[in-house]
């Protein structure tokens, strides 16, 4: 079972859809989770990162998190073309002594059609 | 600006050759991360350091080395050891060692043997 899983895609939303990204991670002690949106060529850029059970928002971007069912989701409200990009979750799973390991999944590719 | 500074941006090896790969960053950031990208595979940790002149092997060590001198330079040195050495490789850093820190990225080098 792979740490972070993710569907490949790729998603196709038309746009002004809510588009629904998930991830779900294999670690019960994984204490924060992050959303990173990366452009075909580019170096990830972070959207949102979510620490605690619930939903956070921020502008249309909203990140679900589920300890208990250990998933992790990424809702994007009014898709527009240039969402249209591989969005990567990442886990992290606090050291020992302290520090980040950050595992990411293999990305969901979503396309936003006009 | 602060930031995180790859180069090259491109890099050819040929076979049987080392090549270092350079990170640097000015955001005060204790903590640096090398990853790997192969296409369809997602980012793959190679090594990171949580504080100076300490380094901690990560998911895919093998063929790889690091030195973690200065707290703002983490460069990574690929050996001849490494059999499959053509990928994206990514840095990142994020700010301390306490758990739940994002991650930043530099813009990537793309490393090709020839």
């Known amino acids: 079972q792979k740490e972070v899983e993710q569907n490949s895609g790729p998603l196709s939303v038309p746009e002004g859809a809510i588009a629904s990204l998930n991830c779900t991670y294999s670690d019960r002690g994984s204490q924060s989770f992050f959303w990173y949106r990366q452009y075909s060529g580019k170096s990830p850029e972070l959207i949102m990162f979510i620490y605690s059970n619930g939903d956070k928002e921020d502008g249309r971007f909203t990140a679900q998190l589920n300890k208990a069912s250990q998933y992790v989701s990424l809702l994007i409200r009014d898709s527009q073309p240039s969402d249209s990009a591989t969005y990567l979750c990442?886990?992290?799973?606090?050291?020992?002594?302290?520090?980040?390991?950050?595992?990411f999944g293999t990305g969901t590719q979503l396309k936003v059609e006009l | 600006d602060g930031g995180i500074t790859q180069s090259p941006k491109y890099l050819f090896r040929k076979e049987g050759q080392n090549v270092t790969l350079s990170c640097e960053q000015n955001l005060n950031h204790d903590a640096m991360y090398w990853y790997r990208q192969d296409p369809g595979q997602g980012l793959r940790l190679i090594y990171y350091?949580?504080?100076?002149?300490?380094?901690q092997k990560g998911d895919i060590a093998e063929g790889y080395s690091v030195s973690r001198e200065k707290k703002e330079s983490f460069p990574l040195t690929v050996t001849s050891a490494q059999k499959n050495p053509t990928a994206f490789y990514l840095c990142?850093?994020?700010?301390?060692?306490?758990?739940?820190?994002?991650?930043?990225f530099g813009q990537g080098t793309r490393l090709t043997v020839v």
């Open positions: 990442a886990v992290n799973k606090g050291l020992t002594g302290g520090g980040n390991k950050l595992t």
């Open positions: 350091s949580q504080i100076v002149n300490d380094f």
């Open positions: 990142a850093s994020s700010r301390d060692r306490v758990s739940n820190t994002e991650a930043f």
